[in-house]
């Protein structure tokens, strides 16, 4: 696997070189087969950063490291991608344990006949009518039935310190810090002291609330 080095007003050793080879390796077990992989290390102001990309057939990943100590900064970034590479791994494992739904009357569609061009409409069974004995009634009473309790999902508990930002930034930077850190909860200023809180939601999008 070929990894790609890019240095912005830094320098590589040879020892960075071939820590991130071997982290890249042990994410791979979990990703599959990576196609790609690039690291960019460059340094801004006081802070050393590492920025990792990795592509594999099925995902991708784009993880950051900042730190004084570039060695840091790598060790923060791969753990980040690594701890993406589980995630990616636990969904596909849960995603084909899922028991398969058989098909009913009103998924499977109309089934054929033996002649052609001839179509017969699926049947669907119709719900029970319920009558009062010895009455005429005159209108029929539907009886539906209700679905079973929905299964109860144990709560995600996160520790304040791994959802505060420690410096005010704009909207765009607390998106871009969640993606580049993995976070699903990120609470931040902006350079106003107005006190927001940043969430993913179910679906994957993020959201946005201001705390009055």
Request: hydrophobic residues 40%; charged residues 30%.
């Amino acid at each position: 696997m070929d990894v790609e080095f890019t240095a912005r007003q830094v320098k590589i050793s040879k020892t960075l070189k071939s820590s991130a080879v071997e982290g890249i390796e042990r994410i791979a077990i979990s990703l599959g087969k990576v196609t790609s992989a690039a690291l960019i290390f460059k340094a801004e102001r006081h802070l050393q950063v590492v920025e990792i990309t990795l592509q594999s057939k099925n995902h991708s990943i784009a993880a950051k490291g900042e730190s004084p100590s570039q060695e840091i900064a790598l060790r923060d970034a791969l753990a980040h991608a690594e701890h993406q590479a589980h995630r990616f791994r636990d969904k596909m494992r849960t995603s084909k344990r899922l028991p398969k739904v058989a098909p009913t009357a009103e998924t499977r569609g109309p089934r054929k006949s033996g002649r052609p061009g001839v179509e017969i409409a699926a049947e669907v069974e119709k719900p029970p009518v319920v009558r009062s004995p010895g009455k005429q009634l005159k209108a029929a009473i539907t009886v539906h039935s209700f679905p079973g309790r929905p299964k109860v999902v144990e709560p995600h508990l996160l520790s304040a310190a791994e959802a505060l930002a420690i410096r005010p930034m704009t909207v765009e930077e607390a998106v871009k810090e969640a993606e580049f850190r993995d976070k699903d909860l990120l609470v931040f200023r902006n350079s106003a002291g107005e006190l927001f809180v940043l969430h993913r939601r179910r679906d994957g999008k993020m959201e946005l609330v201001e705390v009055p």
